[in-house]
């Protein structure tokens, strides 16, 4: 009897065949991989492809030449020069941003009053698109009436004569500014949610023996926060090395082509019309990413 | 603040309308323009605010609404079109931005809608190729600059032929003569076809402060020699006072710096293309030209390197500077009630060359050497358009003697027609004051004599957007070449005349 119930179809559903039915996981990946092949696979496939044509500007054709792209590419100096600024952006800004996101949290790790709403101010930078935030910096930064650069002008750091987003050596700089200021939140958050799973018992222990708080936090906080450290360093790389919004607004890669990273000089040739060489340019961007996460993800033993 | 397409297209019409209502002062217009990503397009509509009068609406300043007989024409040929939509996507230049606001005047009668997608320049660039690559059709109407003529000509229809083919959907007494025949040769016609219509055209000429000139006893300079002398004792008297001598557009790696520069090697007698198609930027002239430039940046305010066509403005009209060669559509801005500097500055011919222009026989691609810069822009009637004849009818309105003299009247912009310049209404308004027309004679007088036109070749709105501005900006900040003009120049040369060979134009 209890078999037969169990063997029985589903009312209205018998018509189904087995993998289409909830029990089967067909239907529970599909919407998922749709999105996937829509929004992912395809358009990268498409990128590989576009990328093994040749452009030709006055017939306005993408003619198929495989090697014509990744050959200009590997001759092409402002792809070496927009790889460099991008590795330079990303590691800046990571090691900025994880300093600065841990050193907050162990700061806002605590349960006294008033510290919640601290918490949750945090996160207000994250919810500001980042073409205005780019915007806010580049008035900002304006050599002539920003306020930050007439601070830095004040303070002797800058000099009026050497615009900070006008001049090469510190245009970079300027752009991560506003980097920083919109993403130090989130390392904040995630070493927060780090810093609250950890266990109080080592550091029960440890204060018995009479470990200084700085003995505890080499010996026991970032070890044991490692993981969570490495997997936000991982996610936010990520999204570093794919920077636009704020070099397009703010300095457009300039001056010359000091804040050129590879999405950025992809969206230039992009917009001249050269569609092949510009999804090149992408894919290099996509195989760079892959093959840095790949590594940093063996070296210290990442599992997503 | 959201700026998805709906929040910003509400916020941009929103700001506009404070400003145009003098709610809001320029420096908070421009300001919330570029919030929302609209460069160009502040400045120029900047400039259009400033043709607002007290207790009239923006548009009456123009005190016309479209004639009763083009009303009557465009309801008799606009019927079978009612309920079709006529897109086109331009940068803000001012007559876009009027002709936005205006646009009721044609929907009305025709029925036919219309929508004006604006946005920066160089997303109007991409939209149009995508366009054409795709064949798409999206937009009926493409804005075009002159630098991006000979990429879109085999993508449009010719104007004139259409008007002749279609004589059902003629304008009456739209006459193409009336259209300044140099701007119709620097900017419309490509292979001696129309590719569009004139619709723009802002031109370089010299404009200096009058009172900074009288007090240290400067003459006003005519020749490039004594631009140069009267910028150096600009900026050695007045820098301590915050004044420089000139100020540029040379943000690195923008089309601004490339017009810069062009101007600046056409006025030392050299030329972008040889008659072989040989980039020669870098030879003698073309060096001289470049150096030239780079002493100017010596005496401009450091933020020109940052700056655009935008920043230009800014510091002609917050009283940073005293003597510049650069667009006249700055004029009328300069003339507002809000500038600090009301009618103070004067326009004047373009300085001319020391050493002569080069000739058309020695360029190559139809480029034309000159010391009037031009920046003028056509509208382009797409041929992949699915409303061909009524984007058809839209333009002939857009472009028709009363809408441009009305174009002109409310912002104070060179018109495109010689009827526009002659039209009493234009010349009553040659006084100081905002919207003045008081430089037209000198920008008449440029398009006439001393026009200057960019070389007509496909590869040319890339050239001028990416490999020579870019190269320069990495001279101009240091962050290349070590200040040597020639090894910068050289190597913009081998660029360009590997992917001329390439493309095989050579």
Known sequence: MTAAVYDAPAPGRAWLPRWFTSEHPLPWLLPATALMVVFGIYPALYAIWLSLHKRNPVLRKDVWNPSANWLKALADERVWNALYNTFLYTGLALVIQLSLGLAIALLLDTDRRGYGLLRALMTLPLVVPPAVTAMMFLLMLDGSFGVLSRSLYALGLLSPQYPILATSSTALGGVLLADIWQWTPFMVLIMLAGLRSLPKEPFEAAAIDGASATQAFFRLTLPMMSKVIAIAVLIRGIDLFRIFDYVKVMTDSGPGTATETLTSYAGRIYFNGDFPYASTISVITLAVVIIVSTIFMKAFRVRL | ?506
């Open chain 2, 1 to 506: 603040m959201s700026f998805r397409d709906y929040d910003k297209k509400t916020f941009i019409a929103d700001t506009a309308r404070d400003f145009a209502l003098r709610r809001i002062s320029k420096r908070d217009f421009l300001k919330k323009m570029a919030l929302a990503g609209v460069g160009f397009s502040a400045f120029n509509a900047g400039l259009l605010g400033t043709g607002y009068q007290r207790g009239k609406g923006i548009i009456s300043s123009a005190e016309a609404q479209t004639p009763e007989e083009m009303t009557k024409w465009l309801k008799d040929v606009g019927a079978p079109f009612k309920g079709s939509k006529v897109r086109y996507t331009s940068e803000a230049t001012p007559p876009t931005v009027v002709l936005n606001q205006i646009k009721n005047e044609f929907t009305e009668p025709t029925g036919i809608e219309v929508e004006i997608e604006i946005v920066p320049l160089e997303q109007v660039l991409a939209k149009a190729i995508q366009d054409v690559q795709g064949q798409l059709g999206t937009y009926d109407i493409y804005y075009l600059d002159q630098s991006w003529v000979a990429t879109f000509a085999p993508d449009t229809v010719d104007p004139v032929s259409y008007y002749k083919e279609k004589p059902d959907l003629a304008m009456p007494g739209f006459d193409f003569d009336d259209f300044s025949a140099p701007l119709v040769k620097g900017l419309a016609l490509y292979d001696d076809k129309w590719v569009g219509i004139p619709f723009d055209i802002p031109i370089f000429i010299t404009m200096y402060r009058r009172d900074i000139l009288e007090k240290l006893g400067i003459k006003p300079p005519t020749t490039f020699d004594e631009f140069t002398a009267a910028v150096k004792q600009i900026t050695e008297a007045e820098k301590a006072n915050g004044i420089y001598g000139t100020g540029l557009q040379a943000k690195s790696g923008h089309y601004s710096l490339e017009c810069d520069w062009t101007a600046a090697i056409w006025g030392h007698g050299g030329g972008i293309f040889g008659a072989n198609k040989k980039f020669t930027g870098n030879d003698e002239q073309g060096i001289n030209g470049l150096k030239w430039y780079q002493e100017m940046l010596k005496n401009a305010p450091p933020q020109s390197t940052a700056s655009t066509w935008d920043g230009q403005f800014q510091m002609m009209q917050s009283g940073q500077v005293a003597l510049v060669n650069s667009w006249d559509e700055f004029f009328p801005g300069l003339d507002a009630d809000d500038s600090k500097v009301k009618g103070l500055w004067e326009p004047m011919h373009p300085i001319s060359s020391n050493v002569g222009i080069r000739s058309v026989d020695d360029v190559g691609f139809g480029e034309i050497p000159n010391v009037g810069h031009q920046g003028g822009s056509i509208l382009g009637l797409s041929k992949y358009s699915k409303n061909l004849d009524a984007a058809w009818l839209f333009m002939q309105w857009a472009c028709s003697k009363e809408i441009m003299t009305r174009c002109t009247l409310l912002g104070g912009f060179a018109p495109m027609r010689i009827s526009s310049f002659e039209d009493p209404r234009v010349k009553a308004k040659a006084v100081v004051g905002p919207g003045t027309t008081r430089h037209l004679e000198v920008v008449k007088w440029t398009i006439d004599n001393v026009m200057a036109s960019e070389p007509d070749m496909p590869l040319w709105a890339g050239f001028s957007n990416n490999e020579i501005p870019v190269e320069l900006g990495k001279l101009l900040t240091g962050q290349d070449y070590g200040g040597d003009a020639k090894k910068c120049m050289d190597n913009v040369a081998s660029l360009i005349d590997k992917a001329v060979e390439d493309a095989g134009l050579l």
